[in-house]
């Protein structure tokens, strides 16, 4: 499938596949609510985009880029680093960064750098970091020096507001919840008309791609998520009078789906076939490549031939896939 390779799109641009009963329709995300019924509950992930994209250099001077995954405590962030290059290059095709050691300084200005606290035992690219400054200034230099983490099929530079969607807040996301970047307030008030009720969580979304085969295939790590306990409230008045509740976004179910423990922390649930969710019915979520994580969290939804068809009629009708394509709403039985 191709992807979308500009943000500037409007809802009533982006298509809709919708996939319910083992049936698949073609729509447009404008006509979001003609598919949903009064009582049901669309649930989104407020997070606001990080610029979490840092160019830097070793201590002896080796140009690398550093992709921060989450922040752990104040100065502490978790990050993957890449060589040489930038987004313009698959992140498969970069060039291996130089190979740092606990200790080891990455600098990015005179006044700007960060410390390797610690490697991972999933691969030493993955790293937790120490910045050198914490509270507002390690904002704002983070604002200065970072970018939004981007990928090769896009054709130009992304501006920072461009992966914002209309109701972000809290900056907890390295990459947009991109699930969401089709709700406009015009198709919110179309929902809110219908009886059908938006409510909020916060999830850090993490990183899709790193170009490192053991990172790719430990995704998603760990991520940050909070839910207010009146959201959790609104799922369990939803599901208690038959309604669905939707998630707008994979990062939204495994911030739900991880509530049986806590309604904040940290998750590291994967889900897949044979996971039976416990508080989502239905998802909108992006369209994806079957190789990418995205795509194995759907075989939860929906059984193996209803993920081909749906696959086969994305391909035929040219819909778009990544953060800026169309969308699909799925809806289980």
């Given amino acids: 499938m191709e992807s979308a390779n500009s943000p500037l799109r409007r809802s009533g641009e982006l298509k809709l596949l919708v996939v319910s009963d083992g049936m698949v329709r073609h729509s447009r995300l404008d006509e979001l609510a003609s598919h949903l019924e009064a009582g049901d509950l669309l649930v989104v992930n407020d997070a606001a985009t990080v610029p979490a994209s840092l160019r830097g250099t070793d201590a002896s001077g080796e140009p690398l880029e550093v992709r921060l995954t989450r922040q752990i405590h104040d100065s502490i962030w978790e990050g993957v680093t890449l060589g040489q290059g930038d987004w313009r290059q698959p992140t498969e095709k970069r060039p291996a960064p130089s190979r740092l050691k606990v200790k080891d300084a990455i600098i990015f200005d005179q006044h700007f750098s960060a410390r390797v606290l610690a490697l991972s035992n999933v691969s030493d690219r993955l790293m937790t970091l120490d910045f050198n400054l914490e509270g507002a200034r390690l904002w704002q230099s983070l604002y200065e020096h970072g970018k939004p983490i981007q990928y090769s099929y896009m054709k130009e530079d992304l501006a920072l507001w461009s992966v914002q969607n209309i109701y972000s807040s809290r900056p907890w996301a390295v990459e947009m919840p991109s699930a969401g970047h089709g709700l406009t307030w015009s198709l919110l008030m179309k929902l809110f008309g219908k009886g059908i009720k938006v ?13 490192d085969r053991r990172i790719d295939a430990a995704l998603p790590l760990v991520e940050q998520y909070e839910i207010p306990s009146s959201t959790m409230e609104a799922v369990a008045q939803t599901r208690g009078r038959k309604g669905n509740v939707i998630a707008v976004g994979t990062s939204v179910v495994r911030a739900l789906e991880s509530a049986d423990d806590h309604l904040s ?8 076939e044979g996971y039976r969710p416990k508080f989502v019915d239905g998802l909108l979520t992006a369209t994806h490549e079957v190789s990418e994580s995205h795509y194995q969290l759907l075989r939860a939804f929906l059984p193996e031939e209803t993920l081909v068809t749906m696959t086969e009629q994305l391909e035929e009708n040219g819909y778009l896939t990544h953060e800026f394509g169309d969308q699909c709403l799925i809806l289980r039985s």
């Fill in 199 to 211: 409510v909020s969580l916060t999830h850090g979304a993490g990183l899709s791609s790193t170009g």
């Fill in 265 to 272: 922390g940290t998750t590291s649930l994967r889900i897949g």
